[in-house]
């Protein structure tokens, strides 16, 4: 376990995920994970995250997603302060395609 604040995390939740063999494998597993409106929220944040690294600005992103100026901003403080990991999941995506 790895300490995060004044909380453990269970890494076995993040294992789990690591094990995931395809797409379907990993919508199945989320839909089964979460309810429909957290899903919902951590599809709009990555949304959000990818037309800010796109360059789009928090009006047009308010429009577009619907997310609230607050989320528009943390998801931005992390893209610019975070751990990177938006960051190497867009370059990994640009890769792919």
Do not use: H, P, W
């Not at 379907?24 to 959000?48: G, P």
């Not at 009006?59 to 960051?87: H, P, W």
């Amino acid at each position: 376990m790895v300490k995060i604040g004044k909380k453990a995390k269970n890494d076995d939740l993040y294992r789990a995920i690591l094990l995931l063999k395809d797409e379907k494998e990993c919508y199945d597993f989320f839909q089964d994970l979460c309810t429909v409106s957290e899903l919902r929220a951590m599809e709009q944040r990555f949304e959000v995250a990818s037309l800010l690294n796109d360059g789009m600005i928090y009006n047009d992103i308010l429009e577009k997603t619907g997310a609230s100026s607050a989320t528009i901003s943390r998801v931005n403080r992390s893209l610019s302060y975070g751990t990177g990991a938006y960051a190497n999941i867009f370059a990994r995506c640009k890769d792919q395609k």
